[in-house]
């Protein structure tokens, strides 16, 4: 759903991270995701 709303031009890629550091913040110990490399991407300033 998160891809398809980006691409849309509904969402920013922004949620992606904000996403992936609720699902830490609830407790998660490892997530595991399609958007591993985008993720690394957006943290890194690319």
Do not use: C, P
Not at 1 to 14: D, K, R, T, V, Y
């Amino acid at each position: 759903m998160h891809m398809a709303a980006i691409q849309n031009g509904w969402l920013s890629e922004g949620v992606i991270l904000e996403s992936l550091t609720a699902f830490k913040r609830a407790g998660a110990d490892g997530i595991l995701t399609y958007f591993a490399v985008r993720a690394a991407q957006l943290l890194k300033g690319q």
